[in-house]
């Protein structure tokens, strides 16, 4: 089975940076941990007008996208 690590909306950061949207993982906890460390260093290193968190969809992790700063 496969397991996706989704980013919700491509703010304009991610877009610049070329970001890919969706990441594919063949191990459930896996993609956790990457969805998990992937929102941190969007936390950190992008321009601070958006705050990123992780949200388990069914067996996917999404990384959703609020305004406001980390």
Not at 22 to 29: G, R, V, Y
Request: proline share 1%; hydrophobic share 35%; charged share 25%.
């Amino acid at each position: 089975m496969e397991y996706h690590v989704v980013v919700e909306k491509m703010c304009g950061c991610a877009k610049r940076k070329g970001m890919p949207q969706i990441k594919t993982f063949d191990d459930k906890e896996n993609a956790y941990r990457v969805a998990r460390a992937w929102a941190q260093e969007l936390n950190e290193t992008f321009c601070g007008q958006h705050s990123f968190g992780v949200v388990a969809v069914d067996e996917n992790y999404v990384i959703s996208v609020e305004e406001g700063s980390y």
